[in-house]
C-alpha cells in the first residue's frame, strides 16, 4: 500500500488540470450565446470551474498568472 501518490501521478494531475485551465479560458472566448443556448456546454464549464476552485483551494493547482 501507498500513503503517497508517486510523481508521476501527481505531473498527470498537474497537467489535467491545466488542460481544463486552458479549456475554459478558449471557452471563454466564445460569445455568451453560442454557451448559454446549449445547456450541455454550459453544465460542463460550470462543473469545470467547480473542480478547478476545489484543486485550487486544496492546494492540488496553482494557475498560471498570465
Known sequence: MQDK???TEEV???TAYA???MLL???GLLPMNQISTRPV???AIDRALEVLDRAVREGRYVPDQS
Open 5 to 7: 501518490p508517486d510523481q
Open 12 to 14: 498527470y494531475d498537474l
Open 19 to 21: 488542460a481544463l485551465d
Open 25 to 27: 479560458k478558449a471557452t
Open 41 to 43: 456546454l454550459h453544465k
